[in-house]
């Protein structure tokens, strides 16, 4: 499965993005799906997760009411809405998908396919 992340871009403080993880293969829509994020000098953080129904989800506290995770099965993409942007959102954002649902959402080794990431810029 090959994932590619798109949608980033460079907005202010109180804008919102959209990002898309897009996969090759249609077993996409049996995999559990997280996107993670990593600021300069920090390390890869979990944002959000979706199983493969999308009902269940998950976000970190630091998102929680912000951002929204959804999945399109038609379309094999998993979307990332983020809203009311902040400077400290700023970072590289992956998609990352798991052959079956994490025990830990912020287990990178569950983990099998990740994409290559979309710099999200946000400024005061």
């Known amino acids: 499965v090959q994932l590619q992340a798109s949608g980033g871009g460079a907005v202010q403080t109180g804008a919102s993005l959209r990002l898309s993880c897009t996969a090759s293969s249609r077993t996409f829509k049996t995999n559990a799906v997280a996107w993670f994020r990593q600021a300069p000098g920090k390390e890869r953080e979990l944002v959000a997760g979706i199983n493969w129904s999308g009902r269940v989800t998950y976000y970190a506290d630091s998102v929680k009411g912000r951002f929204t995770v959804s999945r399109d099965s038609a379309k094999n993409t998993v979307v990332l809405d983020m809203n009311r942007l902040k400077p400290e959102d700023t970072a590289v954002y992956y998609c990352?998908?798991?052959?079956?649902?994490?025990?830990?959402?912020?287990?990178?080794?569950?983990?099998?396919?990740w994409g290559q990431g979309t710099q999200v810029t946000v400024s005061s």
């Open positions: 990352a998908a798991a052959e079956s649902r994490p025990v830990r959402w912020s287990a990178e080794e569950e983990y099998n396919y």
